[in-house]
């Protein structure tokens, strides 16, 4: 198997992964794919979603790019794995971001 296709197939499976949780959370606010999060104390739950599954979207979108252009050989391999893992990560600091904007007041 030529590692160029492999790439594509990692990178493709992940992203596609990416853009089903973001669509999830976007568009039918379907928050309870996201565990570990005490949605009670999230005050504008349907802004919450929509931000955490735009990141979900975006880096989904991106992750399927770079790994179309790292099989058709316009990125070398240091530069997907960069892009990869920064796109892999945005997601859980978008999540993290938006738990503290989000919180309800302690009134």
Not at 26 to 33: L, P
Not at 84 to 105: E, G, H, Y
Request: hydrophobic fraction near 55%; glycine fraction near 6%.
């Amino acid at each position: 198997m030529d590692t160029g296709f492999l790439i594509l197939l990692i990178s493709c499976l992940s992203g596609f992964i990416y853009l089903i949780i973001g669509y999830l959370l976007t568009f039918k606010q379907k928050a309870d794919v996201l565990n570990g999060i005490d949605f009670s104390k999230i005050a504008d739950l349907p802004v919450f979603c929509k931000y955490v599954g735009n990141s979900f979207l975006l880096s989904g979108a991106v992750q399927i790019l770079v790994g179309v252009l790292a099989y058709l050989a316009y990125l070398n391999l240091m530069l997907f794995i960069a892009i990869f893992v920064l796109f892999s990560t945005l997601p859980i600091v978008n999540v993290v971001k938006a738990m503290r904007n989000f919180q309800k007041s302690a009134s």
